[in-house]
């Protein structure tokens, strides 16, 4: 059984946006069936681009497989893994502002180190 602490590290690491999350949860939640990106855009009432780049993420990611007729299913690459995004979705159920907050947060760190790196700076 993975930590808390193994639990907030992987969703900070994992999802880039609120709307890769709730993607997950809504693959594995039908999870014996492949969906077309279509069904996921009306499904989630989501755009076409906010799919196709959660999609894209939680492939590299190991938690999902796309086939080749443009459809996608929750398989994670390991036993592991499906225990931490069962942990993920169990901390978003309960306390969704924090792990929203877990997210925002590290995407707003990885900008907030791309802009320093521009920084003019005196020696």
Known sequence: MPTRR???????????SVWA???????RSGADREWHRDELVAALRASDLVIDQSL???VAAGLVITTSR??????????????????????YATSPDKVRRLI??????????????FRMRKD
């Open 6 to 16: 193994d639990v907030f590290s992987f969703i900070r690491a994992t999802f880039r």
């Open 70 to 91: 443009e459809t996608s299913r929750y398989q994670p690459a390991s036993e592991a893994l499906d225990l931490l995004v069962q942990e993920a979705e169990a901390q």
């Open 104 to 117: 925002v947060n590290s995407a707003h760190d990885g900008l907030s180190a791309f802009a320093d790196a």
């Open 56 to 58: 894209a993420a939680l």
């Open 21 to 27: 999350l709730e993607l997950l949860c809504f693959l």
